[in-house]
């Protein structure tokens, strides 16, 4: 069995279609309160005053006048004030200063203040121009030819003095400024000058790099010294080796190798000794011979002496031996390129030192020259400031000087203020269009706020939406529904003889019962509660109509007025009411005694109330009423029970567990929509399974399958015409 949410929600969701709705079912609203807007408007469109306007332009500034300037007279120009603001100059214009006289002017003719003047006067400037439009509106059109008169006056003669005072004051600024310039200038030239006689500098920057170049030719210079020095050292100390002399050895060495007494005194000793050598070989030691050279050599030893002391002077102490120096070619280039290494490696030493020291003092002075480049830098950059604001204030005094001479003419008057003749308001056409506009969105929003103040529900769709539950059933309105009409006028009749009858009002109750059996798919539906919320809205009707219906499609039903506060069933069926479903239950008598059947259907079958019980709650909650619905389950196809509405009792709720549907019937324009939400709040404690909604009291149904089946149907015309067309097909 399929089971159907309750809402638990108040909030009420509406669409479209629903506004359409209430715009529909309330329409005398919404005509009556949009008639009446109307109305009222179009009335003081045609009754408002018309209204006039006119205006002149001004051009406010000379054309192309700012391409003189340059970026820096520009910015002084607008900080000066002397460049056009247009906003701030429509407000000047506007200010009591400026219209106070005019207004007194005016107020010698018309009868106007400064705060009258302001509210119809408008300034604005033309959109990418120097032009502003001065425009005044009244509903006398002499009056604003006058007035403009005298606004465009007063603006021209304002114009003329301001331009004037502005140029003047701007002037007097930049003089002003130019004295300054100029002494400042000179005490930066005063200053430079006394810099470069105190450093003995013309150009520190000039010089400085001189110096860095010269530190650079030392830095290399030192570089190529060092080398050498190390080369010389390598080889001074490979000759030392070769010769085994040292320095003063060398001297003596080279001193008397340049003396040629003292060689050729040499050479005879050197001569006597390998003589000597040689007859020593010969003779003995005490031969004549050999006296003789010995002799001889020792003779020539102090003679030797003798002559080294004359060539060395004292140093003759440190005379080497023979071997030393000999007269040995090589052995004296060996010891000449010795003393020159020696002498080299002294130059080199003494001027790498003096490098090292001139390297020393250019650093020193290139951190000297770097300190004077900065404060020379310093000084020359506020000169070339102070020259250039010069320059600027002079360029700018002379562009004000011509500025001056072409503005001394006042503002320009492009056109001349003219009368109107045609008002521009009011406009008939657009304020008829309002006035409508307006008048339907006053009577929507009057329907609106009255369809939210009416608590009731007024149509199938509105229920369906608030409630979200299955709507199985929409039961047209009609006269007889309201009243207790006998079954027998109600039922169609069924003749083979006649052909088809029926009404939207007898379709209706078909389609309900067709949407019953498909409600429960999967079993079929034999138990069926029918209630409401509140009383008079059509259950029992609904409830014998659905039986009778039931009961002519071939079901075995049986109708159980369950309502045991105030029975409608037996009335309403025209069948007695002395024993009933209360003495069923409290006197256990057999259901089949108390039953009745319809005169009118042989399938359908009436249990009326009976007398109505002290407490009906207590017997429809009894295990006997539970024992007769189980019952009748398995006598009837389809058992009916008509029961109380729900709203404060509570006898529906205990018969809703025994059924299999509960069809709760609403009746559009009774029901309140807060006291069915209460009913519905209050079956979600019961245990009823299935929970459907039947609309009664439909009365636009022009849109449904009603409103078609009508139109094809309910003519007699219609059925031959249509059972023809069937023959021929």
Not at 249 to 270: F, I
Not at 554 to 570: C, S, T
Not at 655 to 676: E, K, P, Q, S, Y
Request: cysteine-free.
């Amino acid at each position: 069995m399929s089971a159907f949410p309750i809402p638990g929600s108040d909030e009420e969701s509406i669409n479209l279609q629903l506004v359409l709705s209430v715009l529909q079912r309330r329409w005398w609203i919404l005509l009556l309160v949009s008639s009446v807007i109307s109305t009222v408007m179009g009335i003081r469109v045609f009754q408002e005053d018309p209204l006039y306007r006119s205006s002149f332009r001004l051009l406010v500034e000379p054309i192309a006048s700012d391409q003189r300037f340059d970026q820096f007279s520009q910015s002084l120009v607008n900080q000066l004030g002397l460049e056009f603001d247009y906003d701030t100059q429509i407000q000047v214009l506007q200010s009591p200063t400026v219209l106070q006289p005019i207004v007194k002017q005016i107020q010698a003719k018309y009868e106007l203040d400064y705060h009258g003047l302001v509210g119809s006067m408008t300034i604005n400037q033309l959109e990418g121009t120097k032009i502003l439009e001065v425009g005044f509106q009244d509903s006398d059109p002499n009056k604003i030819r006058y007035i403009l008169d005298a606004l465009s006056i007063g603006f021209i003669d304002y114009s003329r003095v301001e331009q004037k005072t502005g140029r003047e004051k701007g002037l007097d600024f930049v003089e002003t400024q130019l004295t300054k310039q100029r002494k400042a200038v000179n005490q930066l030239q005063e200053q430079v000058e006394a810099f470069r006689k105190r450093h003995n500098l013309l150009d520190p920057d000039v010089q400085g790099e001189a110096v860095a170049n010269r530190l650079n030719t030392i830095v290399e210079e030192r570089r190529g010294v060092a080398s050498s020095l190390q080369e010389t050292d390598k080889l001074y100390a490979k000759l030392q080796e070769q010769l085994g002399l040292d320095l003063d050895t060398a001297l003596v060495v080279s001193a008397l190798s340049e003396a040629p007494r003292y060689q050729g005194l040499l050479n005879d000793l050197k001569d006597v000794e390998t003589e000597l050598a040689l007859e020593s070989t010969r003779f003995s030691a005490n031969h004549p011979e050999i006296a003789r050279l010995r002799d001889r050599r020792d003779k020539l030893l102090p003679l030797v002496q003798v002559e080294a002391a004359k060539v060395l002077g004292t140093a003759a102490e440190r005379s080497p031996d023979f071997q030393a120096i000999a007269p040995n070619s090589i052995r004296l280039q060996l010891t000449q390129a010795f003393l020159d290494a020696t002498n080299d490696r002294q130059v080199l030493a003494v001027r790498s030192a003096a490098l090292a020291l001139a390297e020393g003092q250019t650093r020193k002075d290139i951190q000297n020259f770097a300190r004077l480049s900065r404060e020379y830098s310093d000084l020359q950059r506020e000169l070339t400031v102070a020259t250039e604001s010069l320059s600027r204030f002079l360029a700018v005094q002379q562009d004000l000087q011509i500025e001056s001479a072409q503005r001394t003419a006042a503002w320009d008057l492009l056109n001349a203020p003219e009368t109107p003749l045609y008002p521009i308001a009011p406009n008939v056409p657009r304020g008829l269009a309002l006035s409508i506009v307006a008048g339907l969105l006053a009577g929507i929003g009057t329907t609106l706020i009255a369809e939210k103040l009416d608590v009731r529900f007024h149509s199938a769709d509105e229920l369906k939406e608030m409630a979200r539950l299955p709507l199985l059933g929409t039961i047209p309105y009609r006269k007889e529904f309201k009243g207790k009409t006998g079954v027998a006028r109600t039922l169609p009749l069924r003749s083979l003889s006649q052909r088809y009858r029926t009404s939207p009002f007898l379709e209706a109750f078909r389609s309900l019962n067709a949407n019953l059996s498909f409600f429960t798919p999967d079993k079929p539906l034999q138990v069926l509660l029918v209630s409401s919320s509140v009383p008079l809205e059509g259950k029992s009707t609904t409830s014998i109509h659905l039986a009778q219906t039931a009961a002519a499609m071939g079901q075995r039903v049986l109708l159980v007025d369950a309502d045991l506060r105030r029975p409608q069933v037996h009335a309403m069926t025209d069948l007695p009411n002395v024993w009933g479903l209360s003495h069923v239950i409290s006197m256990d008598i057999d259901p089949e005694e108390v039953i009745q059947q319809s005169p009118n259907d042989e399938n359908l079958f009436v249990l009326t109330s009976g007398q109505i019980p002290p407490d009906p709650t207590r017997l429809l909650s009894s295990q006997r009423m539970h024992t007769l619905v189980q019952t009748f389950r398995q006598r009837y196809d389809l058992v009916i029970f008509d029961t109380p509405p729900m709203l404060g009792l509570a006898d529906a709720k205990f018969l809703a567990v025994h059924t299999d549907v509960m069809l709760l019937v609403v009746r559009l324009g009774w029901t309140d929509r807060n006291l069915f939400k209460q009913v519905l709040e209050a079956v979600k404690v019961s245990q009823t399974s299935g929970i459907g909604l039947v609309a009664n009291g439909v009365k636009d149904l022009s849109s449904g399958s009603y409103y078609y089946y009508h139109r094809y149907f309910s003519d007699e015309q219609t059925v031959p015409q249509i059972q023809d067309q069937i023959q021929e097909s």
